[in-house]
């Protein structure tokens, strides 16, 4: 009997040991082919405690209640090794729409199929009707002039003038993000765009490029409103190695974002990069709601010093309406272009920039931390219609 009572009581065990391992194993994956982070343990979290830094919250946020703090440490394997990400690489699905372009180069004459080939390959990339009128009148007037002849000078023509493009607008060199504040002020980084763009894992890789470069970063998960939100932003966290401020499920996002900027003046932090709901551009109270948040982000000891605004690539010229609406709102200080490596439509990019006058400043060229790409023109440009892309 005894004998029994002892192999019943290890099979009991062992089956308790198995719903452990089932819940570690239920862990929200990041993206295919990215092996799934430790469960984050919260058990130990102590709450947030407003008013820490200051003397009285504002009257327009609603106190956060029960936002904790997720401290995270990922053990040094969890960020997926993977192989540097190229812009040669991201630009295959784009390049195939810009194949009759570069097949121009070897005409010994520009004919008439020329011309048609070439605003084809612009519209279908998304370069736009305007930005696409504009060049080719350009490349009409030129030819005409006789300083253009053949279909190597052309193509060559195109692609300084698609430089010039994306040359006009400024942006700082290999991507920074402004750091640059007040004496004792925290930088504010605020992402925003509409659902499913790719916003929280855009953060995810901006925590990681900061952390690599030793910035100490605390994570705001201001989207209060979409399931798992918060979740999936301190998976990210963990992947990282860096603190994230959660919110309760429906807390007024301002509050959050209050909390986490306030936590990081008092513990040294060195930036708050704040997620934001999927704010629908096209609705009135919501962009209105987002212009409270950038307020209150702005506020002592904050100073929000980019609004990063992530579209997604494969909307083409859609993306166009969405920079435009949320630049009114807001105030955008530049885009990444997410989902990159997956869309056809890269020319949206000159399209952005050449409208809006709006830097890009980020391509997200995949699921892993890494896969993060500097805005660079004459590197984008080149893969799109060099015969050979650039690594």
Known sequence: MVTVLIIIGIVVVL????????????????????????????????PVVLNATTDAVPADVAVAEDAPVAPVVAPADEVAESTPPSVGAASAKSRGIFAGLRAARRLKAIEPSTWDELESSLLRGDVGVTTTTRLLETLRAEVAAGTVTDGSGLLERLRILLIATLSQVERPEHGELSLEVAAGRVP???????????????????????????????????????????EQLATWGARSEVDVVLGAAGADPSAVIFDAVQRAGARGFDVVIADTAGRLHNKVNLVEELKKIRRVADREPGQVTEVLLVIDATTGQNALQQARQFTEAVSVTGIVLSKFDGSARGGVVVAIEAELKIPVRFLGVGEHASDLIAFEPIAFVDALLADDPVA
């Open 188 to 230: 504010v980084w605020l992402l925003v765009g509409v659902n499913g763009v790719g916003k929280t894992t855009t953060i995810g890789k901006l925590a990681y490029r900061a952390g690599g470069e030793g910035k100490k970063v605390l994570l705001a998960a201001g989207d209060t409103f979409r399931a798992a939100a918060g």
């Open 15 to 46: 089956a308790g040991a198995g719903v452990v391992v089932a819940k570690r194993r239920s862990s929200p994956a990041l993206g295919a082919g990215t092996p799934a982070p430790q469960r984050i343990e919260q058990a130990a979290v102590a």
